[in-house]
């Protein structure tokens, strides 16, 4: 069962991504981005990483993505426009190149796990021999506390920035241009 739930969770993040990228509708968009951000957090619950997955939803799902929903929604429509026309000029590959490249990508990673499979790493071996395995029950939660408030606060802080960042660009969304 657990398995199935697994793949269940990768089938939805790979196809609500691909949805994301392909839709054209930015408000269907944004709503499969929901999904994806939501299926990624119960992958990294079934890598027991129980913090990362509710970071996850607390933090992309509670706060980026909300804020551009608002942006959406507050925006007009005319500047919309304006950026699905220059979306288009930097990277505009035909199809079959995109899906070229989608193949190469996926004969990297393909390849990179038929090796992982012949031969676990030196340092996950020694790790195990160690005993320096995540388990279940482990409290991980004290441990990354201390590491943001001490090790990590610089990075902590640059995703603060970042996120006030994001509300500052809704707010600009949102703002009416005046009429000349």
Not at 11 to 16: D, R, V
Not at 80 to 92: D, E, P, T, V
Not at 147 to 155: A, D, E, G, K
Not at 169 to 174: K, M, R, Y
Request: proline share 2%; aromatic share 14%.
């Amino acid at each position: 069962m657990e398995e199935f739930i697994f793949y269940a969770f990768a089938a939805l993040a790979i196809g609500s991504a691909l949805l994301v990228v392909s839709l054209k509708n930015t408000a269907r968009a944004l709503f499969l981005f929901f999904v994806t951000l939501f299926s990624m957090a119960g992958l990294f619950i079934f890598a027991l990483a129980d913090f990362v997955a509710i970071t996850q939803i607390m933090v992309y799902v509670g706060g980026v993505l909300i804020l551009m929903l608002f942006a959406f929604m507050l925006s007009n429509k005319e500047l919309l426009k304006s950026l699905q026309q220059l979306s288009g000029r930097w990277i505009n590959l035909p199809n079959w190149q995109s899906l070229l490249l989608v193949l190469g990508f996926l004969a990297v990673m393909l390849w990179g796990i038929i090796e992982w499979q012949q031969q676990t790493p030196e340092w996950i071996v020694q790790n195990i021999k160690q005993g320096n395995i995540i388990q279940p029950n482990d409290n991980n939660v004290q441990q990354l506390g201390l590491r943001f408030m001490t090790q990590y606060v610089l990075p902590f802080e640059v995703i603060s920035v970042f996120l006030l960042m994001v509300l500052i660009g809704a707010a600009h969304l949102s703002r009416k241009e005046e009429q000349r």
